[in-house]
């Protein structure tokens, strides 16, 4: 049987690309015209040796193996089970950078976190990111909250649905901007009413198409708001990006405070190092419209302060617990976006109070390593 080159493609054309749902020919991922090349083996007769060139959308394809296997399969299948065939493989988007080169714009990375859930980590740093971009700074947010994702919500942004664009031969999601902050979200992936079910590995790969595979651009501040607790998450935003400085969020109860500790210890921990910028009281008591002056401690009177005193940390702010902060937080306008309310000048306070941190922290101490803890 002698080989042509359009045998080769209609080989290829069986071939469905998962990415597509096309046809290989029809996704236009056969880069050059297959090649045939004559061979003689030992025995006589005559064999023959097929190289074609697939192209790729990008290097972390996650079709890559299985498309290669099925199209070598295809030309075999079509073509003759001795044909040796050779597959390359080429990209149309550049590769992700290395870690350690990612993000090259961004000045300061700040993780928001908190030891438990429950205590207003990510209103925190919802309407952290806005006073920020209300004070003049170039602002960005990543949810990383993989399982519980709740910024799109927050920004009223939850049909907002990113697309590609090409930056430097390189094709990335361009981030959702709201309120002045760039922002993006799983949320923005999935179903909101479907509960994702994925494996530690899947989830760590999307948090980090989320950083590497994104515009983020120029920022002077790259807010990261964090799940609760210490997990695979928390460790692989250590081992890709080096953070500037942690800030902790608890309300003033007991059972919070010790799981702030927890908090604070993992960042501390001697293979971390991460700088803490401070912590950060919410809910720190109750006032009712109605009675604008009043405070009522419910969950305690400043627990988070005497710690923050403990473990010589600044305390930043203390946030009231105001049912319009819940309300705004529901209706997509977080609180910061207005600072003619106690709780708006409140995110405002506090996005100046981490500021001054910030600074004092870049004069003082090196540059964060990226962690290598495996």
Not at 13 to 30: I, P
Not at 257 to 283: F, H, Q, S, W
């Amino acid at each position: 049987m002698t080989l042509y080159p359009k045998l080769i493609m209609d080989a290829l054309a069986t071939v469905t690309y998962a990415g597509t749902k096309k046809n290989l020919v029809e996704s236009e991922m056969v880069a050059d015209q297959p090649t045939v090349t004559p061979l003689n083996p030992p025995e006589g007769g005559m064999n023959w040796k097929v190289n074609v060139v697939l192209e790729f959308p990008r290097d972390t394809d996650p079709f890559l193996k299985s498309t290669v296997k099925a199209a070598e399969a295809a030309i075999k299948y079509h073509c003759g089970q001795d044909v040796e065939v050779e597959i390359q493989t080429e990209f149309k988007s550049k590769p992700r950078p290395e870690v350690g080169k990612m993000l090259p714009e961004v000045k300061n990375i700040i993780a928001v976190s908190s030891g438990k859930g429950g205590v207003g980590k990510s209103t925190v740093s919802a309407n952290l990111a806005i006073a920020l971009a209300r004070l003049g700074y170039k602002v960005g947010l990543l949810d990383c909250d993989i399982f519980g994702p709740s910024m799109p919500k927050m920004f009223n942004a939850e049909d907002a649905r990113p697309y590609a664009v090409e930056v430097d031969g390189r094709q990335l999601i361009e981030p959702i901007e709201a309120y002045g902050v760039k922002m993006l979200s799983i949320g923005f992936f999935v179903s909101p009413d479907t509960a994702t079910l994925w494996r530690g590995g899947m989830a760590t790969n999307a948090l980090k198409q989320l950083i590497a595979d994104a515009n983020w651009g120029e920022l002077d501040y790259f807010i990261l708001d964090t799940p609760p607790g210490t997990s695979d998450i928390h460790l692989t935003l250590l081992q890709t990006l080096g953070i500037t400085g942690a800030v902790i969020v608890s309300t003033p109860q007991q059972v919070a405070l010790a799981d702030a500790r927890k908090g604070i210890d993992m960042y501390r921990n001697e293979k971390v190092n991460v700088p803490i910028l401070g912590l950060i009281e919410n809910m720190a008591w109750f006032t009712p419209a109605e009675l604008p002056e009043n405070k009522y401690y419910i969950f305690g009177k400043e627990g988070c302060k005497k710690l923050a005193e403990e473990m010589n940390v600044p305390l930043l702010a203390q946030i009231p617990l105001v049912q319009s902060i819940c309300e705004s937080g529901d209706a997509g306008e977080p609180a910061a976006t207005s600072s003619e309310t106690a709780t708006g000048l409140a995110f405002i306070n506090l996005a100046q109070a981490v500021v001054t941190v910030v600074n004092k922290r870049n004069r003082e101490l090196p540059k964060t390593k990226i962690v290598g803890v495996r």
